[in-house]
């Protein structure tokens, strides 16, 4: 696998290296491509979420805390210069082994440094018990593209008080309760964070690259993708009944208007995984009669999990007529 390195230290807004990634699968040749880079107080939420059910923005914006949309799905992060935020790049692509194959690896360098470590569920990295590390991928042409957060020695008060998510989830119960869940590397390492990322280094990669200048503008020229307004705010539209709820795929909240019983508008938000086209699923459910009945037959035809990881029409049906 390869190290990436920029031909510079300073550091950038996060949306530069979500752009770096996208960059790579597109521009660089098929293989293995690995970095890690740390980013100022950010908040960073997924392709399919709404800003204003994650994110607490008279806080955020007080505090000069910078705001970000990524492409790929999964719930919202808030990141500092303490955590170590990674990607890789690859041309392996499996819906439903995706995360294995590289986090196994996270896992196995943390075991190395005599740490309990183990992968959870869809996307977290545990320490005993308490989550370190949550991760999220999305596909670019062949290419995958898994990035994640490794919280060393991030601060938890202001990430409570940054990310405000559904009450369902842990964030929304206090700092308390997400100590409780929640951990630092600092906590259980005696190296600093420098020498944990060459830890990283060192057992991920067998070569290293400089990206070229002419690289560098080309990552700033996409990063603009990441920087429009109509990405970041998303139209957020109003809708006549939510339905919410959590599956095996993931936190679901599916907004509809309906007007004499028939769908007119859907809109569907979470921290699930796409790896179809969204939209076309949307937009084959317009028109159609809010039945249980006519959802199925309008469905039939379609495997869902091809659009959204791990998604079954019985789950889906489920939240939305439960």
């Known amino acids: 696998m390869k190290h990436v390195r920029y031909p510079f230290s300073e550091i950038q807004r996060l949306s530069f290296y979500l752009a770096t990634e996208e960059y790579l699968a597109i521009h660089y040749p098929v293989g293995e491509y690995f ?44 990141s500092d210069f303490s955590n170590i935020m990674f990607s890789f790049i690859t041309p392996d692509f499996n819906k439903e082994f995706v995360f294995d194959k590289y986090l196994s690896r996270v896992v196995n360098i943390l075991k190395s440094l005599g740490l309990d470590a183990k992968f959870s569920g869809r996307n977290d990295i545990l ?3 308490l989550k370190v590390s949550g991760n999220a991928f999305y596909r670019v042409g062949s290419k995958a593209i898994v990035h994640g957060t490794m919280l060393f020695d991030t601060d938890l008060s202001v990430m409570v008080k940054a990310i405000t998510p559904s009450n369902e989830k842990l964030i929304s119960k206090g700092i308390d309760s997400v100590r409780k869940r929640v951990t630092n590397l600092s906590e259980h390492l005696t190296i600093d964070i420098e020498t944990f990322k060459q830890t990283m280094r060192s057992h991920l990669c067998d070569e290293e690259i400089i990206l070229t200048e002419a690289d560098v503008q080309g990552i700033r020229e996409l990063e603009k993708t990441y920087l429009d307004e109509a990405f970041v705010y998303g139209k957020n539209p109003r809708f006549t009944l939510i339905k919410k709820g959590y599956v095996k795929a993931g936190y679901l909240e599916i907004d509809l208007e309906i007007k004499n019983d028939i769908v007119k508008k859907m809109n569907m ?54």
């Open 127 to 129: 320490i005993g018990e």
């Open 35 to 78: 970095f890690m880079w740390q980013v100022l107080p950010s908040v960073i939420f997924g392709r399919n979420q709404l800003i204003e059910n994650e994110v607490n923005l008279e806080y955020v914006r007080q505090n000069g805390i910078q705001m970000f949309r990524r492409k790929s799905g999964g719930g919202c992060v808030y």
């Open 269 to 322: 938000q979470g921290d699930f995984f796409v790896i179809g086209e969204l939209d076309w699923l949307l937009n084959r459910l317009k028109e159609v009669r809010f039945t249980k009945e006519a959802f199925e037959q309008a469905l039939a035809d379609i495997d869902l999990s091809d659009i959204v990881m791990r998604l079954d029409l019985a789950d889906f049906l489920q939240i939305i007529f439960q």
